[in-house]
């Protein structure tokens, strides 16, 4: 039946998850399609964890409803139907790792968290930003002595924070005219420190009601400097 209320809006491959040492997620904001791939801008991430593999894979069956070659449709849930059932911590190579799906876990305050930690420094690069509480949040650490920097593809959506932000004095920059498409739905949080806790955001969640209410997405939070940086 897929998605109902909104979209199914993953972009996460899972390879092996029964196998220790090959057990590959591979996630970001990258669809498979020649536009995706070869001309807009996205990211891909590729991690090698079971228990992540298995995280994923139980998100993944939630939606098929079966563990078995064919789905049940008749049980299959999308969107407002899933449930917060799969864990959202992980070690992986000594770095903190969290997992959110959406609707169900509430990304949307996880990512508030993140951003309302940020001491120093504040990236993000989003294809859609509406989401009113996360545009506070992005002043308030701009205010607060954060500098802060974005970048923006759908300046003109319905609910834009675009005009919001830069009114108020933060740096953002329009990709709206510029060719291709900037895909990705990443933000980094203090990569200049290394005593702040340098994390990660990205995987298929725009910063939209949609995104937190109907469509079905993932978040992963890494913790770490070095891929902060990058």
């Known amino acids: 039946k897929g998605n109902t209320a909104g979209i199914m809006h993953h972009k996460f491959v899972v ?62 849930k999308f969107g407002p139907d899933k449930t917060n059932n799969t864990p959202h911590e992980f070690n992986i190579g000594g770095r903190l790792v969290e997992l959110y799906f959406s ?11 993140a951003i309302s930690s940020s001491n120093n420094d504040l990236e993000f690069a989003l294809l859609s930003f509406t989401r009113n509480d996360l545009g506070t949040a992005v ?20 609910g834009s924070e675009y005009t919001y932000l830069t009114t108020n004095g933060v740096d953002l920059l329009s990709h709206m005219s510029v060719p291709f498409i900037l895909h990705h739905k990443y933000a980094v ?18 910063w939209s009601t949609s995104a937190e209410t109907k469509n079905d997405e993932n978040t992963l939070f890494i913790h770490d400097e070095v891929i902060a940086n990058m």
């Open 139 to 158: 002043l308030n650490a701009h205010n607060g002595g954060v500098s802060v920097k974005g970048i923006m593809e759908n300046q003109n959506d319905l």
């Open 15 to 76: 390879i092996d998850a029964n196998d220790v040492n090959n057990s590959w997620v591979l996630g970001g904001s990258t669809n498979w399609t020649p536009n995706n791939l070869f001309d807009d801008y996205n990211n891909l991430i590729a991690i090698q964890d079971q228990a992540l593999a298995m995280a994923y894979t139980l998100e993944f069956e939630e939606m098929w409803d079966d563990t078995s070659a064919t789905p049940n449709v008749g049980n299959a």
């Open 189 to 206: 949080i203090d990569a200049t420190n290394a005593a702040s806790d340098p994390t990660l955001i990205t995987g298929s969640h725009n």
């Open 103 to 113: 609707p169900s876990d509430n990304t949307t305050n996880k990512i508030l968290n």
